[in-house]
């Protein structure tokens, strides 16, 4: 069975965590370093550990194992390479995104010529058909005035309907 922990325990809970992690934010902290205390040579690497609270002195290339330099240079060419290899990687899919993002704006572009002019093609339409229905309801208002006996509409119809 689970129970809800108890107000006091709860407060002393709060109060241990408290002092668990006053050392652990001391602790990362870097120590502030002197002039006395900077890298010998502007060494990152030693600089670096530092201010990470760590002692470290570079041996010289002298006194160090030659087989482990030329193992530490192929580790360090290897990965030159392997960033080269990335970074050409990143600059090719860069290159090609563009390439389609501009292939996309062209389509876009084209897409909407066509929408305006089908848009276009729509209202000339539309004017082709009022002009045809006023055209139409005129000649049959022309009809119905000859139909009646009306000959002064009914020639002026035909008069107006007459090529000249």
């Given amino acids: 069975m689970i129970t809800a922990p108890r107000p006091h325990h709860t ?14 934010m001391a602790q990362t902290q870097p120590p ?15 600089e670096l550990l530092r201010r990470q609270g760590e002692r470290y002195r570079r041996a010289p290339d002298s006194a160090q194992d030659p087989d482990e330099l030329r193992q530490t240079q192929a580790l360090n060419d ?4 392997q960033n080269d290899l990335a970074e050409n990687e990143d600059r ?12 996309y704006q062209a389509q ?9 002019r089908h848009e276009a093609d729509l209202r000339t339409a539309a004017e082709a058909q009022a002009l045809h229905q006023r055209q139409m309801a005129d000649w049959q ?3 119905a005035a000859c139909e009646r006996g009306d000959r002064v509409r009914c020639n002026a119809g035909r008069q107006a309907a007459t090529p000249n």
């Fill in 141 to 143: 208002a022309t009809v």
């Fill in 92 to 103: 090719a899919n860069a290159a090609a995104h563009a390439r389609e993002q501009a292939r």
């Fill in 108 to 116: 876009l572009e084209a897409a909407e010529a066509l929408r305006l």
């Fill in 78 to 81: 290897e990965i030159v390479a």
């Fill in 11 to 24: 407060a002393a809970l709060a109060a241990a965590m408290s002092l668990l992690t006053v050392p652990v």
């Fill in 32 to 46: 502030a370093l002197t002039a006395a205390q900077s890298a010998p040579d502007g060494d990152p690497v030693a």
